[in-house]
């Protein structure tokens, strides 16, 4: 009766820790997933809600695009290759870090 | 039962319920006082950062949005307010945000509640504030009067003033002067009354080419973009605009058209146009918020959560504006961002962001479709606890250009989207 007692125990802390354990990773990665998607929110005042742009907009919309294709225009914008009237300004704000979550994060959005 | 008796006693007395009334929940998690670029986006990201579970309600007195950004655009005839103009419904049908067409009359800090014009009051977990500016009009002498009179307007609200300013200058003689006055900065929009000034000159180049604008600017001198300005100027409107620097305005004579300085000489003119100083509006002084010379309203720059008060965010034009970050509409779009995800944050009990970034840009119209830009990014220094601009990023167009004027009015579409639909 003892050690089964001692097992069950061991059982149960296990699984609460398991779960504590979860837990954080889940608030970590739920954080990460809020902080992500409000930075990419950064782009939506001129390329549109989610990276959707209006009808029509000169300014394209952004959702859906291949992430590297994304990743290489945005350091073509930062290293002048590519010319523009403000994404050079704009992508010499940013770091690798934040243009790479950027990417990811349109990317991963339905056009 | 109780709503129903409500709708019921609105239907016996032959009127519709108020719909703030039927709509009025007791308590929110998120109120939001005020519709403009920054309240309306946080009503709007604070429901899609959520998933949708966090409830907000959006507190405006106004019946549509009408956008100051393009404003000048009215002004110069070449846009109507109907362009400019957007409805809250979307915010309610698509967003579910309870939008409540009232003003807020006090805000008790301590109880964590709202109360409006309407006699109803509403509790919140968390209260985003963006009152956008009011004008000083006491600031000036005999102003207060020649604009409730309509004789000297403003128009830095858009709305009813901008359309009475265009039928000012519509009715004014060819061969008038059109007197605009700039305030001390920090104000509402840097480059807009440049932007104005190349308006009217425009319109009158075309329609009353012998006309003047006259800009009195109480800084040393042209506080956004004035190389750019300047150079537009010399090359169209060189007989048209001239500008003045160190003027500030101390006292206004509606009777004789008349603006007097604390230094230089008095100036008459047929159409005048004076902007006051500006602070951040009513409800934040009266609560307490305007924490930096009774003005602006300090925050802590990673939330936007007061200073001076738990639990309320304020965005926007009303907030002591960290280096080089202008009061723009652009700022409050990003503003409301920064600040809805950190109550999203804390309201869910996840972590909030270390090390936030906002993006600006401004666009001036020159004519009807010439513009020029400023951009600039703002990254979170946890150091120093504020905002700084990134070394090597922003910058300036190189010269007026058509293909800016798609853009900027692209622009405008996709923000008014962002932040109302």
Request: overall charge positive.
């Given at each position: 009766m003892h050690s089964r007692f001692h097992t069950l125990t061991l059982v149960g802390l296990l699984l609460g820790l398991f779960s504590l354990q979860t837990f954080a990773q889940d608030k970590t990665s739920e954080s990460k997933a809020l902080h992500a998607r409000a930075d990419a929110s950064m782009c939506a005042n001129c390329h549109g809600t989610e990276g959707r742009a209006v009808k029509d907009s000169a300014v394209p919309s952004i959702a859906g695009l291949p992430r590297d294709y994304?990743?290489?225009q945005m350091q073509a914008f930062k290293d002048g290759s590519r010319p523009a009237t403000i994404m050079h300004q704009i992508t010499k704000g940013l770091t690798e870090a934040q243009i790479a979550s950027m990417a990811d994060y349109f990317a991963a959005l339905p056009r | 039962m109780k709503r129903r008796q409500l709708l019921q006693a609105?239907?016996?007395?032959?009127?519709?319920?108020?719909?703030?009334?039927?709509?009025?929940?007791?308590?929110?998690?998120?109120?939001?006082?005020?519709?403009?670029?920054?309240?309306?986006?946080?009503a709007k990201y604070v429901r899609m950062l959520s998933h949708y579970k966090i409830n907000v309600v959006l507190i405006e007195p106004n019946t549509s949005f009408i956008s100051c950004p393009m404003s000048n655009l009215v002004i110069g005839g070449s846009k109507n307010l109907t362009e400019l103009s957007t409805s809250y419904d979307a915010l309610s049908s698509k967003h579910g945000v309870t939008v409540v067409k009232d003003k807020v009359t006090a805000i008790d800090t301590q109880k964590k509640s709202v109360a409006l014009q309407n006699g109803a009051s509403i509790a919140y977990d968390k209260l985003v504030l963006s009152p956008g500016v009011d004008m000083m009009f006491d600031s000036i002498?005999?102003?207060?009067?020649?604009?409730?009179?309509?004789?000297?307007?403003?128009?830095?609200?858009?709305?009813?003033?901008t359309l009475a300013l265009r039928k000012q200058l519509e009715a004014m003689p060819d061969g008038g002067v059109y007197a605009l006055t700039v305030p001390e900065a920090p104000y509402r929009c840097p480059p807009?009354?440049?932007?104005?000034?190349?308006?009217?000159?425009?319109?009158?180049?075309?329609?009353?080419?012998?006309?003047?604008?006259?800009?009195?600017?109480?800084?040393?001198?042209?506080?956004?973009?004035?190389?750019?300005?300047?150079?537009?100027w010399s090359d169209n409107y060189k007989d048209i605009i001239e500008y003045r620097p160190n003027h500030k305005v101390t006292s206004v004579d509606a009777g004789r058209m008349s603006i007097h300085f604390d230094v230089q000489e008095p100036v008459k003119a047929h159409v005048l146009n004076v902007l006051p100083s500006?602070?951040?509006?009513?409800?934040?002084?009266?609560?307490?918020?305007?924490?930096?010379?009774?003005?602006?309203c300090g925050i802590h720059y990673k939330t936007f959560e007061s200073i001076a008060a738990k639990d309320i965010h304020i965005l926007g034009d009303a907030i002591l504006a960290a280096p080089a970050m202008p009061k723009s509409a652009h700022m409050a779009n990003s503003h409301a961002?920064?600040?809805?995800?950190?109550?999203?944050?804390?309201?869910?009990?996840?972590?909030?962001?270390?090390?936030?970034f906002l993006t600006n840009t401004c666009y001036s119209y020159v004519s009807d479709k010439l513009v020029v830009h400023v951009a600039s990014v703002h990254q979170y220094n946890a150091e120093e606890k504020t905002y700084k601009t990134v070394p090597g990023s922003g910058g300036l167009s190189s010269e007026a250009n058509a293909l800016e004027g798609?853009?900027?009015?692209?622009?405008?579409?996709?923000?008014?989207?962002?932040?109302?639909?």
């Open positions: 994304m990743v290489q | 609105g239907l016996a007395l032959g009127t519709a319920p108020a719909l703030w009334a039927a709509n009025l929940p007791a308590k929110a998690q998120v109120v939001v006082i005020g519709g403009g670029y920054g309240g309306a986006t946080a002498e005999g102003l207060q009067a020649a604009n409730a009179s309509g004789q000297i307007l403003q128009a830095w609200k858009a709305g009813a003033e807009g009354p440049y932007e104005r000034a190349s308006q009217v000159a425009h319109y009158f180049k075309q329609a009353k080419p012998k006309s003047k604008v006259l800009i009195l600017d109480a800084n040393p001198d042209i506080t956004s973009k004035a190389g750019l300005f300047k150079k537009f500006m602070r951040a509006g009513a409800i934040a002084l009266q609560t307490g918020l305007a924490t930096a010379n009774n003005r602006w961002k920064v600040a809805a995800s950190a109550i999203v944050a804390q309201l869910s009990g996840l972590d909030i962001n270390e090390s936030p798609t853009y900027a009015w692209n622009w405008a579409q996709n923000i008014w989207a962002d932040s109302l639909l």
